[in-house]
């Protein structure tokens, strides 16, 4: 596994990350945006975006003295390869299966 992928799992295996995720599903948020309803302060929320953007999960934008958190696809892109290889040796082996031949009962 590459390191930055080991990262994001790490990333990913915190609830509230990944309804940090869940929020900017619907386009870039601030932080203050994003504290929004969680029961922990602001700063918390932008040491869980520090370690989202940290493992390329999550970009920003500058404007001003705001900040915009954004989904980063390049992130889950790499995520999503690393799935497949289990998706599709799962996928093979279900093939296999399948196609192997069955040995009929003797009733």
Do not use: C
Not at 54 to 70: M, S
Not at 84 to 94: G, K, R, S, Y
């Amino acid at each position: 596994m590459i390191a930055y992928q080991s990262a994001q799992l790490d990333a990913l295996g915190d609830a509230t990350r990944r309804a940090i995720l869940d929020r900017l599903l619907s386009g870039p948020l601030p932080v203050g945006k994003l504290a929004e309803g969680f029961p922990i302060s602001r700063p918390a929320i932008s040491q869980h975006l520090r370690i989202l953007k940290q493992a390329n999960l999550v970009t920003d934008d500058a404007f001003g003295t705001r900040r915009l958190y954004h989904l980063n696809p390049q992130g889950f892109e790499s995520l999503q390869e690393y799935f497949d290889q289990f998706w599709t040796q799962a996928l093979n082996a279900f093939k296999r299966e399948v196609e192997e031949p069955q040995p009929k009962d003797n009733l």
